[in-house]
């Protein structure tokens, strides 16, 4: 019997043969959502196939639902190898490279042997492509760039696509029993807004076994680097994954050399160097770096207060906690309401009785109902006489749940600064988010006057996801930061720190900027559903990365705190 993970290799194998081989697209797609529904599956699958139930996972038909269960039983699938036979060793990987049809790879294998990226580089080196069929000289030169492009090629992914990825690599790491421990470093680990590769460190006296494990992940292309203890391999998402395998004496330096950036790094050892330390070079040597009990081990060693993973970044942390100066950051269990949530009155996905009770779920005091206002007419804005029967929604639903509800508003910031509803409409929230969804063209100068008059305004209000940003389809919008921050200082107000992971807006070095000058913030989730709210972790990833502590964070007071702090 074949366990989820081998069987969803298989059927993303399937796809990719599919895929190469051309005809209908969505065949092939069919078969990489049904191994995606594998992978995920929480139910028992030996239940399933043997009740003959595999199609009630979602996305699985009755045709996928046989492959499976062929599979599942004997291992093998007969349209997995009708599909070797008919295409070349290496036809998926080869796919990669740009021009290079199912015929030409048929041809440079016939004529050559080629089945990998690696293998067609090397005969390109030697002048021994440009001869084969269908070939030329400049055919050749343009597959050199071809390939020197995609194994330069930095393409990035947004965090929470990559923390799910890298949830399933652990996942299936952990099933080799012979893995003692594994964990997220890098990047990902520091909370970076979007990651290139997901760094694992694993603990284990086999490395060889972990390393086996590991290439049957099923999301799995090609490996571009195998060693003993360490494998760099490209993933179907465009990720590239890096699994290190150490001893266990040597998981915890390993893990804090390969979290931490290489500057944050380097000046470690640069102190290191300076008190006559041993600390090695923990990037390349595991076995430098004296025994440690844990990461706050190492920098009490070197005299410093323990640096948290989001804040290793040599942005002054080194010398803070050097110092003694380190703040302690906000943590998710420091939030005690949910802020930021839209409703099926504007364009959120659950009304407001259900975002409550997910919220409540949470262990959440309070939750904000801030649905778009009246002129956001792309986002359903909530008119006048709506938002007068939201609040009696509101008032009725609280009635029902024990979460105290909060009624608001997500004003746009008008184009000449304005907030969008008469001032007798905005005293009667109990919170006010204003941001800006228009006219994000607009030049620094004019942008600036825009928010700095509508910060002048006198109701209270937290200016939210500050600079617009969609992260890699949308930069932030022209303004003087600076000015803008002193008069966000200079207003009371306070700064949104976005949690939707398409915007993690505000962005790190602004976050610190702005506490330097005393505002305080919300850390939200921007939620447009249920789902939404589980974005508040990211929100609470960028407040740390921006070295908030829970006093300068509004919703880590209790409901009645609060709401005397963000009251108009």
């Not at 081990?297 to 040599?314: A, C, H, N, S, T």
């Not at 993690?504 to 989730?525: M, Q, Y």
């Amino acid at each position: 019997m074949q366990d989820k993970f081998q069987i969803a290799a298989l059927l993303r194998e399937i796809g990719r043969l599919l895929a190469v081989k051309g005809g209908n697209p969505f065949k092939a797609q069919a078969y990489e959502r049904g191994a995606r529904a594998l992978e995920n599956l929480d139910d028992n699958l030996d239940a399933l196939v043997k009740g003959s139930r595999l199609t009630e996972i979602a996305g699985i038909g009755t045709a996928l639902a046989s492959i499976i269960d062929e599979i599942y039983r004997t291992g093998q699938c007969w349209m997995l190898q009708q599909l070797r036979d008919e295409l070349p060793p290496g036809a998926v990987e080869l796919s990669e490279v740009p021009g290079l049809s199912l015929k030409k790879i048929i041809a440079l294998h016939d004529a050559l042997g080629i089945e990998s990226i690696q293998d067609l580089k090397i005969a390109c080196q030697e002048g021994l492509v440009k001869n084969v069929k269908g070939f030329g000289q400049k055919s050749e030169a343009k597959l050199v760039k071809d390939i020197e492009k995609l194994e330069t090629h930095e393409e990035r992914t947004l965090l929470h696509y990559a923390m799910d990825e890298a949830e399933r690599i652990l996942q299936h790491l952990r099933a080799a029993p012979e893995l003692l421990k594994a964990d997220i470093a890098g990047s990902l680990r520091r909370r970076k807004e979007t990651v290139r590769t997901i760094r694992v460190v694993a603990a284990s006296e086999e490395p060889k076994a972990v390393l086996d494990q590991f290439l049957r992940l099923p999301t799995l292309i090609h490996t571009s680097e195998l060693g003993e203890s360490c494998c760099v391999a490209n993933l179907a998402s465009g990720l590239r994954a890096q699994l290190n395998v150490v001893p266990p004496a040597q998981y915890i330096s390993a893990l804090h050399a390969l979290t931490g950036s290489s500057k944050h790094i380097v000046k470690l050892q640069e102190l290191a160097r300076a008190k006559n330390m041993a600390f090695g070079d923990p990037l390349h040597d595991w076995r430098s770096t004296p025994r440690i009990k844990s990461e706050a081990d190492i920098y009490q060693r070197l005299g410093l207060q323990y640096i948290p993973p989001e804040m290793r970044e040599d942005q002054g942390e080194i010398e803070a906690a050097a110092a003694g100066t380190l703040p302690d950051l906000v943590m998710l269990e420091d939030i005690q309401g949910i802020t930021h949530c839209h409703t099926i009155y504007s364009d959120g996905q659950n009304n407001i009785e259900e975002m409550a009770l997910a919220a409540e779920g949470m262990g959440m005091k309070y939750v904000t109902i801030t649905d778009h206002s009246q002129s956001a007419y792309y986002a359903r804005g909530v008119a006048i006489d709506r938002v007068r029967a939201q609040w009696d929604e509101i008032a009725q639903v609280q009635e029902r749940v024990k979460i105290r509800l909060l009624r608001g508003t997500e004003s746009d910031i008008l184009e000449d600064g304005s907030l969008d509803y008469p001032d007798h409409i905005l005293e009667r929230f109990d919170i006010i988010i204003a941001s800006i969804h228009a006219r994000h063209k607009m030049d620094s100068e004019q942008m600036t006057r825009r928010l700095i008059h509508a910060l002048k305004l006198p109701f209270f209000k937290i200016w939210g996801h500050p600079l617009g940003r969609l992260l890699q389809s949308r930069p932030p919008f022209d303004c003087r930061m600076e000015e803008v921050l002193d008069a966000v200082a200079a207003s009371k107000a306070a700064i949104e720190v976005n949690g939707d992971p398409r915007r993690l807006d505000l962005e790190p070095r602004w976050i610190r900027a702005a506490r330097e000058r005393g505002v305080r913030f919300i850390i939200s989730t921007d939620a447009h559903s249920i789902r939404g709210l589980g974005s508040l972790h990211y929100g609470v990833s960028m407040a740390r990365r921006g070295w908030l502590t829970p006093n300068e964070v509004l919703n880590t007071l209790d409901p009645e705190d609060f709401m005397k702090a963000v009251h108009p």
